[in-house]
């Protein structure tokens, strides 16, 4: 580095009015107020940062005090210049407002203001960041603003002009600053790379120009950033958006694909590449809202060159969403369901929960309107299955009709044997296609169920993909070796043994590494909350005989409810968990990862 080496922003500032880019009405308003000889005695210059305050003060104050001036051209060769670049001026005086607030700087200010300039024609104090001061101070110098002595002149500048007292303000003339265009931002940054030989990419430079909020300084900060990188090779977008700590644009369309296609391992497996590399949870889904919401616009637009200065795309980047054919309205949903969690994933700590969460919640936006076909066992003494769906109810044999068969197959004496032969008959008859699924369904809803906790049970409900159910093994899949070590965790495995010991004691489990193409079967266990039973409620007043009569009774066994009152337990069941539990049973049936 060279010993004298200065920042490019400090480097290529303005020193003239030709050199202020973006700023046309404010430039137009001081030229004319030289050439007319209508100068102020005080000026407040408003707008974000970077956008060219302070440079057009010094650029003012150079055109009014320079040898030749007042000027529209000053010379940048005689002394009042020099010094006005420099910042070292006796006649033009630069007040940090942040570290000169109290009504003892601003005594010392109104002090200053009694002596006539030396060099130039004016005496000029720029303030700089005015809003800082306080209001003693602006109250002290508010006399000073209205009737200053001759000559003397006062340029503010400020980023947030409705902290400024209304007194202040009234007595300026103001103008606010816009922010700068993408356009003349690249611009300027592509004639100052070929200056300083900068191997820089048009794609990247936009990408600078985009994430910088309008800031001309900002863009020259960055560029001056990668500038020892694109020495000996080019600055490309992709490592703008690393130094920007923002996700890849085709990492985002990835996740994006995975959510559209309702994929739940898969989208589970992007995000968690994405936080491995660096990524906090907040900022993904800060990159993914804005990534969702140029998706919309690319959706909804059909002139390329409006989405490109609306979003940060590229014309490939359009064309790449355009190809996939998404659904607007679904994205939409997405988006919605994304913004939703995000305000969890600010202010919780666990953010990477809560992200999974919302890729869960949006991969199932389209199951909610399904019809689902739920199964659980009915009769487990016959050991069949009955399908409780909204569309598909299969016929099932009667009990009557099986026993029926079995008798008039092989006649039998003893009664034990009638039973035995009944039920080894029921299970050794083959079944077809949907009754096999239904059977294995049947067994892996009844485990998962028998779980007590509810995150292992979201666990091997959600995460886990049901392979086969043979010679009473039971095979899950899972997409990594990662989810094979959760799975196999001490707050997990146990649960999942004891469920299986609890409901059929002979099977086993095992846990197996799969990839997209291996085939599962496609069993969607519904989730059953685990209610601990309440003893039956007793009035207050009741006589302690009939206390005795109640506790004495038997408890009503499920079987005698009828579906009224089945209904209404299960809504009591509900009842026993907090809102926020009852959202996620509901929502994501048995998808939720611990």
């Known amino acids: 580095m060279e010993e004298n080496y200065l920042p490019l922003f400090r480097k290529y500032r303005p020193q003239s009015f030709q050199d202020i880019i973006g700023q046309e009405s404010l430039v137009k308003a001081l030229s004319n107020a030289i050439e007319l000889n209508r100068i102020a005695n005080a000026y407040l210059f408003c707008g974000p940062r970077g956008t060219g305050k302070t440079s057009s003060a010094r650029i003012f104050a150079k055109s009014l005090n320079c040898e030749k001036g007042p000027t529209l051209t000053p010379c940048q060769k005689c002394a009042s210049c020099i010094d006005i670049t420099n910042a070292t001026g006796l006649d033009v005086i630069e007040i940090d407002a942040a570290s000169n607030r109290g009504i003892q700087d601003a005594k010392e200010l109104i002090s200053q203001v009694q002596y006539a300039p030396i060099n130039g024609k004016y005496k000029i104090f720029i303030i700089d960041e005015v809003h800082m001061l306080s209001n003693d101070a602006f109250n ?29 303000v009234s007595r300026c003339q103001r103008f606010d600053l816009r922010r700068i265009t993408t356009d003349d931002i690249i611009k300027r940054l592509r004639q100052i790379s070929d200056i300083e030989n900068i191997k820089i990419t048009d794609e990247a430079l936009f990408t600078i120009a985009k994430n910088v909020s309008g800031g001309l300084r900002d863009s020259l900060a960055l560029l001056d950033q990668v500038s020892i990188l694109g020495v000996k090779e080019e600055i490309t977008k992709d490592l703008i958006e690393d130094l920007l700590g923002k996700v890849n644009f085709d990492v985002l369309l990835n996740l994006l694909k995975d959510i559209n296609e309702e994929n739940i391992e898969l989208s589970l497996y992007d995000i968690d590449e994405i936080y491995s590399k660096g990524n906090e949870p907040r900022n993904l889904a800060e990159n993914f809202i804005e990534f969702l919401r140029n998706v919309i616009l690319v959706l909804s ?66 199951l909610q309107n399904q019809k689902i076909v739920q199964v659980k066992p ?24 099986v026993i029926k068969e079995i008798e008039h197959i092989e006649p039998i004496k003893n009664t034990e044997e009638i039973n035995q032969t009944k039920e080894n008959t029921i299970q ?39 392979v086969k159910i043979e010679n009473k093994k039971i095979t899950l899949g899972f997409l990594n070796e990662n989810l094979i070590i959760q799975a196999k965790s001490e707050s997990k495995l146990p649960q999942l043994q004891n469920a299986i010991n609890s409901t059929y004691k002979d099977y086993e489990v095992e846990f197996v590494k799969i990839d997209s193409s291996t085939k599962t079967l496609d069993v969607k266990p519904k989730i059953t909350p685990n209610v601990p039973k309440r003893p039956p409620e007793i009035p207050i007043n009741q006589p302690k005989e009939t206390i005795k009569e109640v506790s004495s009774q038997n408890p009503i066994k499920n079987e005698d409810l009828s579906e009224d009152e089945d209904n209404q337990k299960k809504e009591n069941e509900k009842r026993q968990y907090s809102p926020k539990v009852q959202e996620m049973i509901e929502q994501f049936n048995g998808r939720i990862i611990e």
Do not use: R
């Open 140 to 168: 002290a110098l508010l006399k000073t603003f209205e009737e200053p002595p001759k000559n003397v002149i006062f340029i503010l500048a400020t980023t947030e002009p409705h902290k400024v007292l209304e007194t202040i």
């Open 301 to 366: 637009s059909k002139d390329d060159n409006s989405i490109t200065k609306f979003t940060t795309l590229i014309k490939e980047d359009i064309e790449k969403i355009k190809n996939l054919n998404f659904d607007k309205e679904k994205i939409i949903k997405i988006l919605n369901t994304i913004i939703e969690y995000y305000k969890e994933i600010k202010i919780s700590t666990n953010p990477y929960l809560w992200m999974e969460l919302a890729v869960i919640a949006a991969c199932k936006l389209n």
């Open 428 to 466: 050794n008859t083959p079944v077809k296609n949907q009754n096999e699924n239904a059977n294995e369904a049947t067994i892996w809803t009844t485990i998962i169920n028998a779980i007590p906790s509810l995150p292992s049970k979201a666990f091997y409900s959600g995460v886990a993909k049901l």
């Open 378 to 401: 009915v009769d487990v003494s016959l050991k069949t299955v009955t399908l409780e769906a909204e569309t598909l109810k299969p016929a099932q044999p009667k009990k009557e009709e």
